[in-house]
């Protein structure tokens, strides 16, 4: 038996990464999963390997930033799976730039991808949500509130993100939704890591910095959704859940233990 046998979960962005392992755990938890991705190819890939896995899962391709395909998705998997228990939006896009050479539409693809995208992904799905009872869960990041040098369109993006979680949670609560997010930190063996620390150098002092002085996993990530989304946080929304072993609390290079 699985701690979501029965439950509907529908994860946006969940091609790849931090997204789909969040999938595969809600499905290997008895979970009735519904992944979507701009890419069919890769959407249909990923279908497949989670099927291979015994997860009872369809996909579909969609770009989160078209409002009307969301709706069409969303319709059809309310019709193969029932009313929509977990949501989870993670579409993301990001690269580093300079302010001063980054175009007008590079900065506004990003904040389309994570903000717009965030923001269409909860309104198509509101109709097909089991209410009272669902639980959103959007994937946001530490540059919501701490400013980065060469990721002013991420940081704008995603503190916009922080807000639509904490603004929803107050309009949906009456009707029994509760909506949270999740802030990832270094997270191995995603492409974010892999562009930050491509060498073991640049990796070392980037743990050094944290304070569990190791990356997190991919699985971390899904579990704390798992927690979001069970009867553990009925009380619990307008949160943003740091899962970062303490990047969020600044510099612990220095060593203050005896």
Same mark, same amino acid.
């Given at each position: ?11 946006? !962005?969940?091609?790849?990464? &931090? ?16 992944? %979507? ?11 497949? +390997?989670?099927?291979?896995?015994? %997860? +009872?899962?369809?996909?579909?391709? /969609? ?46 693809? @990003?904040?389309? &991808? ?22 959103? &869960? ?28 904490? /603004? ?8 029994? &939704? ?27 002092? =980037?743990?050094?910095? =944290? ?8 699985? +971390? @990530? ?15 929304? !307008? ?16 060593? /203050?233990?005896?």
């Amino acid at each position: 038996m699985g701690r979501y046998d029965g439950k509907t979960v529908f994860v946006a !962005g969940a091609s790849s990464g &931090i997204n789909l392992a969040i999938a595969r755990e809600f499905g290997l938890e008895g979970a009735r999963v519904s992944i %979507v991705s701009r890419s069919a190819e890769k959407i249909a890939s990923a279908a497949a +390997d989670l099927r291979a896995e015994g %997860v +009872d899962v369809v996909g579909y391709d /969609c770009d989160v930033r078209d409002h009307a395909r969301l709706e069409e998705v969303f319709a059809e998997a309310h019709k193969r799976f029932g009313p929509i228990d977990v949501l989870v939006s993670g579409a993301a896009g990001n690269f580093l730039a300079p302010a001063f050479k980054m175009s007008a539409n590079a900065f506004k693809t @990003v904040v389309d &991808i994570d903000l717009l995208g965030t923001f269409n992904v909860f309104h198509a799905s509101f109709e097909h949500l089991r209410k009272p009872g669902a639980a959103l &869960i959007a994937i946001t990041a530490g540059q919501a509130v701490h400013p980065m040098a060469f990721q002013v369109h991420a940081c704008a993006a995603k503190a916009g993100v922080n807000m639509v979680v904490k /603004c929803l949670a107050l309009e949906w609560g009456p009707a029994g &939704i509760r909506v949270n997010g999740i802030s990832p930190g270094p997270i191995a063996d995603t492409e974010g890591m892999i562009r930050l620390a491509a060498d073991p150098e640049a990796e070392a002092r =980037l743990k050094n910095k =944290l304070a569990l002085r190791d990356y997190g996993t991919k699985d +971390d @990530v899904a579990k704390a959704a798992l927690y979001l989304a069970s009867e553990d946080a009925h009380y619990v929304t !307008g949160t943003i859940l740091n899962v970062d072993g303490g990047n969020d609390l600044g510099d612990a290079s220095a060593n /203050c233990l005896p």
